[in-house]
Every structure is written in structure tokens, then in C-alpha cells.
């Protein structure tokens, strides 16, 4: 379970792994927004093979691909049940009352669920194959232009990883309180949601209390190291970027140019 979280990063020496984590996230959002521009099953076909060829390259087993994604699928699920029930074009496939079934809805459905999935596949890999202080180190570097408008870059790419790290952090700490209320007599299924409020309330108020302390040992921390954001700060390993930056950067465009033209033709 600790390690079915997106946000925990995967330790291994791949390709994917070695590159700029300032490429890293501009393919990101490069190849969320070909996902987003799909026009067709084609163009997402397209897509899904180049996310499953980054996941080969990075070494990144596939059921970790999936687990660190599976927290987040009743996104997915919801999405796929809304677009069924109103999305009403194409044929009737079945009518229960005032609940109606068209072929359009379904395909919407499986439509958007399958663009959801390659969404979470993509960002999920990005923090597989990224550590914390590197994807912090490189949002910071692409959103520096904009510190000269007044835009704390720094401080706000530092909230970003912070909260990425605490996602897998939170999850032992919900398994930690979760077995503890189990020792206390407390009765959980599988599903917590089933439990009812009560059984929830018993995980969510200590988990978020643990919270608090966290985050207030480690503005301790923070002060204890005088920090004071960014200013006079030095990189140990600064950013440099080499030839397989650029090629996964071709990749990444060239895997666009195939979604525009399929979105042309078909």
C-alpha cells in the first residue's frame, strides 16, 4: 500500500531517470496537452505508446506504473459514470425509467476514461523517475523568468514539492493510525468509505493532526537552518542540459506532430 501512491519516487538508473527534470516536466505538460487535444482513439492509441515506451525505458515495473496511479482512479470512474448518464446522442441502448443509455454516452465514457488514465500515467511517471528536490530545483528553474514580475518562483516551487512529498508520508501515516485504532477494538473494512462517517472521522481527525505537526517541525527545521527562500542560494549539482535531453524533447514533438495529423485526417 505505501508504495501505491502517485508521488513516491522509484529508485532505479534509466534513461528517463538520468534526464533534466527540467525536461521532464515541460514534456509533461507538453504531452498532457496532447492528450487533452485527442481527437480520436487513433490519436490516444498514439499516445498510449509512447507513455508505455517512457515507462519501458525508465525500468519502472508496470504494477508499480498502476498502483501509484490506483488511489486516483474513482477520478476516473466518476468522470466515466457522469459522461453515461448525460450524454444523450446515438442510439438508445437501454431505459430504465428516467435513466437512459445512448451509444454516445458510452463512447464518451470510455472515451474520457481512457484520457484520464494516460493523464495520471504521465504525471505519476514524472514522479516515479524524479526526486523530490530535483522536480523542486526544476519547477523553480522554468518559473524563474517570472520572479522578475514578482512571482515568489521559489517559494512557490518549494510548496509544490513539499506537498508532494507528503503524499506518500501521508499514507503511513494513515496506515500507521488505521492499524492502531484496529488495536484499540476499532472495526475497518476494506473500503473505508463503507464505515460511514464515524469510522472516518476516527482516521481523518488524527491524520490530520499528525499533519499539523508535521508541518510545524518542519518550519522548525526550516528556521533552526535559517532559511529565507532562495536568495543567495547555490545548486550542489546544477542543472545542465546533454544530447538525450534534446532527443526526448524530438520524441515528445514528434509524438504531438502524429496526434495533430491523425486529428486532421481522421
Known sequence: ????????????????HNLDARIKITAMLAMMGA????GSYAALGVCALFIAAAFALSHVPAGQALHSI?????????TAIINIFFEHDGAVLLQLGPIVINQ????????????LTLLLLVASLLTLTTTTIDLTDGME????????????????AMILGIALRFLPQFMTE????????????????ANVFKDGLKGISSLMVPLFTSAFRHAETLSGAMEARC???GTGRTKLNPFKLRAADGLAMLLVCACIACVVALNILL
Do not use: T, W
Open 70 to 78: 490506483a488511489p486516483l482512479m474513482f477520478i476516473v470512474v466518476i
Open 174 to 189: 494513515l496506515n500507521v493510525i488505521r492499524a492502531a485504532q484496529a488495536s484499540r477494538g476499532a472495526h475497518f473494512s
Open 141 to 156: 528553474a522554468l518559473l524563474k523568468p517570472f520572479a522578475k514580475i514578482g512571482f515568489p518562483a521559489h517559494e512557490f
Open 104 to 115: 454516445g454516452g458510452v463512447h464518451l465514457a470510455v472515451f474520457m476514461g481512457i484520457r
Open 227 to 229: 532559511y529565507h527562500g
Open 1 to 16: 500500500m505505501n508504495d501505491a501512491l502517485l508521488g513516491k519516487y522509484y529508485a532505479a538508473d534509466s534513461a528517463v
Open 35 to 38: 492528450i487533452f487535444a485527442c
